[in-house]
């Protein structure tokens, strides 16, 4: 159909048996008005994957958006996938449930489709509803022990609060380190390295989800490289 997006490989199957959609909306960087009409539009012309994350700041946003959509169209909940991601400051199970509520109530449902640990680091600022201003090292400290945060984000997949949990931002190496115990292993966020070297992870638990994609290449060098890779070749 014109102006709507193909269904050719739209999908790809996560080990819990959800399908996520290949292609999906990234709402960093995005606020106000121009935040809900954009999420409205995607939603509109075929997208059926929204990327959230607390530290974004636009969850009320963006679930502006959904509430209009759902209630003007025939879209429902379960049509469309949605992830938002674990912030630093919360990684004992008690802070995440309060997070994930809190990111829940902003998005105006009642689950998650997907959520990911944000980054493989820690922060004793801020908390699930003010995330921490500060930028770089003055706040972030690398977090050896993310077998602890892993282990609380599973018990919200037991609670029902999210379908399936993965990684943002993390190395090969951590890749590599989770895997050794996680239990529940869906998704998976990437950066560069982990889009570049995932393959030597020698693993299939994870898939790969990308950013910006649509990104000019004269703008970052190293997206002319990961443009390149054929599971990224295909959905573009």
């Given amino acids: 159909m014109k102006g709507k997006i ?20 990234g709402t960093w960087q995005s606020g106000g008005d121009l935040c809900v009409e954009a999420v409205k539009t995607a939603l509109s012309v075929g997208y059926r994957h929204v990327d959230c994350a607390h530290l974004y700041g636009n969850e009320v946003e963006v679930g502006e958006a959904l509430g209009e959509a759902f209630n003007d169209t025939s879209l429902k909940r379960e049509d469309v996938f949605l992830t938002s991601k674990l912030f630093c400051t919360m990684n004992s199970l008690n802070k995440m449930e309060n997070s994930v509520r809190v990111s829940l109530k902003n998005l105006g449902v009642s689950y998650l489709d997907l959520y990911l640990m944000h980054w493989p680091e820690s922060s004793a600022f801020g908390d699930a509803t003010d995330p921490p201003t500060k930028s770089g090292n003055e706040y972030r400290q690398f977090l050896s022990r993310f077998k602890t945060t892993w282990k609380a984000m599973e018990g919200l997949v037991e609670l029902g609060l999210v379908r399936a949990i993965g990684v943002s931002n993390f190395s090969i190496q951590q890749i590599k380190e989770l895997l050794k115990f996680a239990k529940n292993c869906a998704g998976c966020q990437s950066g560069r390295l982990l889009i570049l070297g995932l393959r030597n992870c020698g ?28 599971r990224i070749t295909i959905v573009r």
């Fill in 6 to 25: 193909g269904t050719r490989g739209s999908h790809f199957l996560l080990n819990t048996g959800q399908k996520i959609p290949a292609i999906g909306l």
């Fill in 203 to 230: 693993s299939s638990c994870f898939g790969i989800v990308a950013f910006f994609l649509l990104i000019k290449n004269s703008t970052i060098t190293w997206c002319r490289s990961c443009l390149q890779i054929h």
